[in-house]
């Protein structure tokens, strides 16, 4: 059977209307909450894709509307492998969160990036092998947004700013390789990925970047270095124990980065990110499948008013 044509008449929006556009920050290991946040308001959003990580806690952070989501749930539930990203970034996409920091744990692999440095990188490597996962796409509407900078070049200069008001232990740039877990790297995979010119080794932010640029969501990453993995062999192989101490370290600096950032984003979305799906939507608006606009509804809202702009 064919698919049911879209049409304005008969789509149904739930999005939130908020005064402004909110910032959202993912919380990782270490990072469970923002107890600074004021006017706390907890949101549990079914998604068309299942369940978020855990409630997204929405308050006010130096005058800004900030909504929180911890990327494992309260307690560290979650393995990387099973986290949501697509509920993760669609639940705050509907909160009409429009910047996003990400705040991750990271192995190091690279001498120079010391455990509970922090590193904002600029250049990221998918090998979890879950690309299909890792788009809202497909079902009937196709896309292809560019992805050359994965990262945001404006939140990334942001992020680099508050970092030098609060420590000079942070460095610009580096690329980051995703891997799946829940296991740590072999030495032979630490060293290979040395080999390949990677800096920065961890479990969930392709997933993240990915999906953020499909939502229109500028993102970049604060990444807090734990280990030096396993390449580094006159020290400890990384184990749990040290990751969590040197997490724990690092909590309270990423809270204050984070409230220094804060203050600085723009009120309006006006940068690369937010105008990501321009040119990326291959299928004219008359053939997309009612299901799968209404599901992506949060997303492609802005082109419901005017459908004629993507039939050319």
Excluded at 80 to 108: C, F, K, Q, Y
Excluded at 123 to 146: E, P
Aim: hydrophobic share 45%; aromatic share 6%.
């Amino acid at each position: 059977m064919a698919a049911t044509p879209f049409s304005i008449q008969n789509i149904t929006m739930s999005i939130k209307s908020p005064q402004e556009p909110a910032i959202g920050i993912i919380g990782g290991s270490g990072l469970y909450e923002i107890d600074s946040l004021e006017a706390i308001t907890r949101h549990a959003i079914s998604t068309p894709f299942g369940d978020p990580s855990d409630e997204i806690v929405e308050g006010h952070l130096c005058g800004r509307r900030v909504c929180f989501l911890p990327r494992h749930g309260l307690g560290h539930r979650l393995l990387a492998h099973e986290i949501n990203h697509r509920a993760n970034i669609w639940a705050l996409r509907s909160l009409d969160v429009r910047w996003v920091v990400s705040v991750t744990a990271v192995g190091s692999l690279r001498q120079e990036l010391a455990p509970r440095d922090v590193v904002v990188p600029d250049q990221l490597m998918d090998k979890t092998g879950k690309g299909d996962q890792h788009t809202f796409f497909g079902n009937g509407i196709a896309a292809h947004v560019g992805f050359a900078d994965p990262y945001s070049a404006e939140m990334r200069n942001h992020l680099l700013l508050a970092a030098a008001n609060h420590t000079a232990r942070f460095h610009d740039g580096g690329t980051y390789v995703s891997m799946n877990g829940p296991a740590f790297s072999t030495r032979a995979e630490s060293n290979m990925h040395r080999a390949l010119g990677f800096d920065l080794i961890g479990m969930t932010n392709a997933g993240e970047a990915r999906l953020c640029r499909e939502a229109e969501i500028a993102m970049a990453t604060l990444a807090l270095v734990t280990d030096y993995d396993c390449w580094k062999t006159d020290e400890a192989a990384v184990d749990l124990a040290t990751v969590m101490a040197n997490l724990h370290a690092n909590g309270s600096l990423a809270k204050e980065i984070i409230r220094s950032v804060v203050a600085t984003i723009p009120i309006e979305p006006n940068w690369p990110e937010h105008h990501a799906l321009n040119a990326a939507i291959l299928t004219a608006v008359s053939a997309w499948p009612e299901k799968t606009a209404t599901d992506l509804a949060p997303i492609l809202a802005r082109f419901f008013p005017d459908r004629t702009a993507l039939q050319a």
